[in-house]
Every structure is written in structure tokens, then in C-alpha cells.
Nanobody
Framework: QVQLVESGGGLVQAGGSLRLSCAASGRIFGIGYMGWFRQAPGKEREFVGYISLSGDYTYFADSVKGRFTISIDNAKNTVYLQMNRLKPEDTASYYC?????????????????WGQGTQVTVSS
């Protein structure tokens, strides 16, 4: 079993930055991928980005590429989503998720374990 807990959400003005954290515990042994997704009210869950647990691979949605980065601290079992130059359209609940699979990583159904989510609100 894997447990994920997000933190770091909040209210920020457009152009500002936030860093979300995802603390993982349980049966993670250095393999797999951690993804970030977001969901705004009335919209479908949207892929944001992922990182391999080795830290070697990252990939981002076009909507956040160049503004968001993902990093991992394996000593702390924590993944970070650094969000810069935030826009009002980035407002959503953000979720981290884990999978041992290495394909279809943009699809939320690939991920087996999910955090509870953290709210990010960007004011204009």
C-alpha cells in the first residue's frame, strides 16, 4: 500500500509562485513514476506532469511547460511541484499520484494511488 499526502496549496496572485509537496510512504522501492494532476470545478482531471522516481525523467503538459518543474528528494520520500508565473487558469485542486507502470503516464487511470489534493487559487 502507498500513501500520498499533498501540502503547500494556497492563494497567490497572478505571476506569483507556489511549491506543492507530496510526501509518500508505504511500498515504494525506487521504481515507478509520480504524476501531478489538477482538476478545476466542472472540468475533467488534467495531466500536469510526471517524474520518474529515479529523477531522470520529467514530462509536462504544454499548458505548464516552462513554468512548472518537478523534483524529487528520495531521502525524504517527497516530490515537489514548483509552480512559477502562475495564471488564473492554473486555479484547481492539485493531486499527486503514483504508478509502477512506465507507459500511458498522461492518463490518470494509469495511476494506482492518489493523494487527497490541495487547492491552488490564483487571483488576477
Amino acid at each position: 500500500q502507498v500513501q500520498l499526502v499533498e501540502s503547500g496549496g494556497g492563494l497567490v496572485q497572478a505571476g506569483g509562485s507556489l511549491r506543492l509537496s507530496c510526501a509518500a510512504s508505504g511500498r515504494i522501492f525506487g521504481i515507478g513514476y509520480m504524476g501531478w494532476f489538477r482538476q478545476a470545478p466542472g472540468k475533467e482531471r488534467e495531466f500536469v506532469g510526471y517524474i520518474s522516481l529515479s529523477g531522470d525523467y520529467t514530462y509536462f503538459a504544454d499548458s505548464v511547460k516552462g513554468r512548472f518543474t518537478i523534483s524529487i528528494d528520495n531521502a525524504k520520500n517527497t516530490v515537489y511541484l514548483q509552480m512559477n508565473r502562475l495564471k488564473p487558469e492554473d486555479t484547481a485542486s492539485y493531486y499527486c499520484a503514483f504508478t509502477w507502470r512506465s507507459s500511458s503516464l498522461l492518463d490518470y487511470s494509469t495511476y494506482n494511488y492518489w493523494g487527497q489534493g490541495t487547492q491552488v487559487t490564483v487571483s488576477s
